[in-house]
Protein backbone atom coordinates (compact mmCIF):
# COMPACT_ATOMS: atom_id res chain seq x y z
CA UNK A 1 0.00 0.00 0.00
CA UNK A 2 1.22 3.53 -0.95
CA UNK A 3 2.09 6.24 1.67
CA UNK A 4 0.19 8.98 0.04
CA UNK A 5 -2.98 7.70 -2.13
CA UNK A 6 -4.83 9.98 -4.37
CA UNK A 7 -7.75 9.78 -5.63
CA UNK A 8 -9.61 10.03 -8.56
CA UNK A 9 -6.73 9.15 -10.58
CA UNK A 10 -8.18 11.08 -13.94
CA UNK A 11 -11.36 13.43 -13.48
CA UNK A 12 -13.17 14.77 -15.97
CA UNK A 13 -15.50 17.77 -15.10
CA UNK A 14 -17.10 20.93 -17.32
CA UNK A 15 -16.22 24.00 -17.05
CA UNK A 16 -18.05 25.99 -14.15
CA UNK A 17 -18.22 22.50 -11.72
CA UNK A 18 -16.78 22.58 -8.21
CA UNK A 19 -13.97 19.98 -8.12
CA UNK A 20 -12.28 17.90 -5.57
CA UNK A 21 -9.49 15.85 -4.91
CA UNK A 22 -8.71 13.41 -1.94
CA UNK A 23 -5.12 12.90 -0.60
CA UNK A 24 -4.75 10.28 1.96
CA UNK A 25 -1.77 9.41 4.28
CA UNK A 26 -0.37 6.45 6.33
CA UNK A 27 3.15 8.55 8.02
CA UNK A 28 3.88 11.06 10.19
CA UNK A 29 3.81 14.06 8.68
CA UNK A 30 5.45 17.58 9.16
CA UNK A 31 3.75 18.97 6.37
CA UNK A 32 1.36 18.06 2.87
CA UNK A 33 1.86 20.05 -0.19
CA UNK A 34 -0.10 20.51 -3.43
CA UNK A 35 1.34 20.64 -6.33
CA UNK A 36 0.38 21.30 -9.79
CA UNK A 37 2.12 19.75 -12.73
CA UNK A 38 1.08 21.46 -16.59
CA UNK A 39 1.33 19.07 -19.80
CA UNK A 40 4.63 20.75 -20.24
CA UNK A 41 6.11 18.93 -17.06
CA UNK A 42 6.35 22.50 -15.02
CA UNK A 43 5.93 22.10 -11.41
CA UNK A 44 4.03 24.84 -9.27
CA UNK A 45 3.39 24.46 -5.78
CA UNK A 46 -0.20 25.73 -4.72
CA UNK A 47 -0.12 25.32 -1.16
CA UNK A 48 1.85 23.62 2.04
CA UNK A 49 -0.13 23.03 5.27
CA UNK A 50 0.15 21.35 8.38
CA UNK A 51 -3.66 21.81 9.44
CA UNK A 52 -5.93 23.91 9.23
CA UNK A 53 -7.64 25.18 5.66
CA UNK A 54 -5.81 27.71 2.79
CA UNK A 55 -7.68 29.17 0.07
CA UNK A 56 -5.73 31.08 -2.73
CA UNK A 57 -8.55 32.18 -5.18
CA UNK A 58 -10.43 29.96 -6.44
CA UNK A 59 -8.19 27.09 -4.86
CA UNK A 60 -9.36 25.91 -1.44
CA UNK A 61 -7.46 23.00 0.49
CA UNK A 62 -7.97 21.28 3.91
CA UNK A 63 -5.88 18.91 6.34
CA UNK A 64 -7.46 16.96 8.80
CA UNK A 65 -4.13 15.32 10.60
CA UNK A 66 -6.06 13.34 12.80
CA UNK A 67 -8.08 11.48 10.25
CA UNK A 68 -4.52 11.71 7.94
CA UNK A 69 -6.89 13.33 4.51
CA UNK A 70 -6.47 16.42 2.74
CA UNK A 71 -8.46 17.40 -0.19
CA UNK A 72 -7.96 20.10 -3.12
CA UNK A 73 -11.17 22.06 -3.94
CA UNK A 74 -11.50 24.10 -7.22
CA UNK A 75 -14.57 26.62 -7.38
CA UNK A 76 -15.41 27.87 -10.47
CA UNK A 77 -13.75 25.52 -12.51
CA UNK A 78 -12.14 26.28 -16.16
CA UNK A 79 -10.37 24.90 -19.07
CA UNK A 80 -7.65 26.61 -17.71
CA UNK A 81 -7.04 24.20 -14.34
CA UNK A 82 -6.61 21.52 -16.94
CA UNK A 83 -3.25 19.56 -15.35
CA UNK A 84 -1.80 17.10 -12.77
CA UNK A 85 -2.86 17.79 -9.41
CA UNK A 86 -0.20 16.27 -7.17
CA UNK A 87 -0.34 15.52 -3.20
CA UNK A 88 2.95 15.02 -1.43
CA UNK A 89 3.90 15.27 2.49
CA UNK A 90 7.09 15.96 4.25
CA UNK A 91 7.92 13.22 6.88
CA UNK A 92 8.66 14.11 10.48
CA UNK A 93 12.26 12.83 10.16
CA UNK A 94 14.05 13.49 7.21
CA UNK A 95 14.14 16.31 4.19
CA UNK A 96 12.41 13.68 1.67
CA UNK A 97 8.62 13.82 0.35
CA UNK A 98 6.41 10.95 -0.17
CA UNK A 99 4.65 11.77 -3.40
CA UNK A 100 1.10 10.92 -4.13
CA UNK A 101 0.75 9.58 -8.11
CA UNK A 102 -1.28 12.67 -8.98
CA UNK A 103 -4.66 13.54 -10.32
CA UNK A 104 -5.05 14.40 -14.12
CA UNK A 105 -7.82 17.14 -13.76
CA UNK A 106 -9.59 17.55 -17.58
CA UNK A 107 -12.04 20.32 -17.36
CA UNK A 108 -14.01 21.16 -20.79
CA UNK A 109 -15.42 24.01 -21.86
CA UNK B 1 13.34 37.32 -5.14
CA UNK B 2 15.07 33.26 -5.34
CA UNK B 3 14.86 31.63 -8.80
CA UNK B 4 15.76 28.28 -9.96
CA UNK B 5 17.25 27.68 -13.34
CA UNK B 6 17.70 24.55 -15.38
CA UNK B 7 19.43 23.59 -18.19
CA UNK B 8 18.89 22.42 -21.50
CA UNK B 9 15.62 22.20 -21.53
CA UNK B 10 15.23 19.00 -23.80
CA UNK B 11 17.96 16.78 -24.72
CA UNK B 12 17.99 13.57 -27.02
CA UNK B 13 21.35 11.91 -26.72
CA UNK B 14 21.87 8.56 -27.67
CA UNK B 15 22.80 5.19 -25.87
CA UNK B 16 26.22 4.89 -24.06
CA UNK B 17 26.69 8.74 -24.01
CA UNK B 18 27.22 11.29 -20.91
CA UNK B 19 25.25 13.14 -19.65
CA UNK B 20 25.16 16.60 -17.67
CA UNK B 21 22.39 18.53 -16.50
CA UNK B 22 22.99 21.46 -14.20
CA UNK B 23 20.84 23.57 -11.89
CA UNK B 24 21.60 26.85 -9.97
CA UNK B 25 19.32 28.51 -7.45
CA UNK B 26 19.69 32.53 -7.10
CA UNK B 27 18.83 34.58 -4.22
CA UNK B 28 18.99 31.79 -0.92
CA UNK B 29 21.65 30.70 0.76
CA UNK B 30 22.46 27.37 1.82
CA UNK B 31 19.68 25.44 0.32
CA UNK B 32 19.00 21.94 0.02
CA UNK B 33 19.12 20.86 -3.84
CA UNK B 34 17.07 17.99 -5.44
CA UNK B 35 16.89 15.97 -7.91
CA UNK B 36 13.86 13.78 -9.16
CA UNK B 37 12.90 12.25 -12.37
CA UNK B 38 9.41 11.50 -13.43
CA UNK B 39 9.14 8.53 -16.15
CA UNK B 40 6.41 8.92 -19.13
CA UNK B 41 3.17 8.73 -17.24
CA UNK B 42 4.58 8.27 -13.66
CA UNK B 43 5.04 10.18 -10.14
CA UNK B 44 8.21 11.33 -9.34
CA UNK B 45 11.05 9.61 -7.96
CA UNK B 46 13.90 11.18 -5.76
CA UNK B 47 17.21 10.55 -6.79
CA UNK B 48 19.67 12.30 -4.85
CA UNK B 49 19.35 15.09 -2.54
CA UNK B 50 22.23 17.67 -0.83
CA UNK B 51 22.10 19.63 2.47
CA UNK B 52 25.35 20.96 1.35
CA UNK B 53 28.37 21.41 -0.88
CA UNK B 54 30.34 18.31 -1.28
CA UNK B 55 27.24 16.33 0.45
CA UNK B 56 24.90 13.98 -1.43
CA UNK B 57 22.84 11.13 -0.32
CA UNK B 58 21.62 9.03 -3.51
CA UNK B 59 17.99 7.53 -2.77
CA UNK B 60 18.39 4.67 -5.54
CA UNK B 61 20.41 2.53 -7.19
CA UNK B 62 21.11 4.02 -10.86
CA UNK B 63 22.76 4.76 -13.78
CA UNK B 64 23.22 8.61 -12.16
CA UNK B 65 25.46 10.99 -10.43
CA UNK B 66 24.86 13.86 -8.51
CA UNK B 67 27.53 16.39 -7.48
CA UNK B 68 27.37 19.99 -5.83
CA UNK B 69 30.50 21.79 -6.54
CA UNK B 70 29.15 25.24 -5.26
CA UNK B 71 26.61 25.76 -2.99
CA UNK B 72 24.04 27.04 -5.46
CA UNK B 73 24.88 24.50 -8.15
CA UNK B 74 23.77 21.05 -8.33
CA UNK B 75 24.70 18.93 -11.48
CA UNK B 76 23.47 15.76 -12.25
CA UNK B 77 25.84 13.04 -14.52
CA UNK B 78 26.01 9.89 -16.30
CA UNK B 79 28.92 8.50 -17.93
CA UNK B 80 26.87 5.99 -20.34
CA UNK B 81 23.12 6.70 -20.74
CA UNK B 82 20.40 3.69 -20.85
CA UNK B 83 17.24 4.17 -22.38
CA UNK B 84 15.73 3.34 -19.11
CA UNK B 85 17.31 6.90 -18.42
CA UNK B 86 14.83 8.55 -20.72
CA UNK B 87 12.38 11.14 -18.74
CA UNK B 88 11.55 14.46 -16.99
CA UNK B 89 14.20 15.57 -14.50
CA UNK B 90 13.58 17.96 -12.06
CA UNK B 91 15.58 19.90 -9.60
CA UNK B 92 14.13 21.22 -6.61
CA UNK B 93 15.18 23.59 -3.74
CA UNK B 94 14.29 24.57 -0.08
CA UNK B 95 15.33 25.30 3.25
CA UNK B 96 15.50 23.00 6.46
CA UNK B 97 13.66 25.42 8.25
CA UNK B 98 10.63 25.82 6.01
CA UNK B 99 9.81 22.47 4.09
CA UNK B 100 8.45 24.21 1.08
CA UNK B 101 9.97 22.97 -2.00
CA UNK B 102 10.13 24.74 -5.50
CA UNK B 103 11.37 23.42 -9.00
CA UNK B 104 12.85 24.09 -11.65
CA UNK B 105 11.60 24.17 -15.16
CA UNK B 106 12.74 20.87 -15.87
CA UNK B 107 14.79 18.98 -18.30
CA UNK B 108 13.36 16.35 -20.69
CA UNK B 109 15.83 13.61 -21.45
CA UNK B 110 15.12 11.30 -24.56
CA UNK B 111 18.13 8.56 -24.81
CA UNK B 112 17.67 6.90 -27.97
Known amino acids: KNEVEQSPQNLTAQEGEFITINCSYS?????LHWLQQHPGGGIVSLFM?????KKHGRLIATINIQEKHSSLHITASHPRDSAVYIC???????????WGAGTKLIIKP | SQTIHQWPATLVQPVGSPLSLECTVE??????LYWYRQAAGRGLQLLFY??????ISSEVPQNLSASRPQDRQFILSSKKLLLSDSGFYLC???????????FGPGTRLTVL
Open chain 2, 50 to 55: SVGIGQ
Open chain 1, 88 to 98: AVSLDSNYQLI
Open chain 2, 27 to 32: GTSNPN
Open chain 2, 92 to 102: AWDLTASNEQF
Open chain 1, 27 to 31: VGISA
Open chain 1, 49 to 53: LSSGK
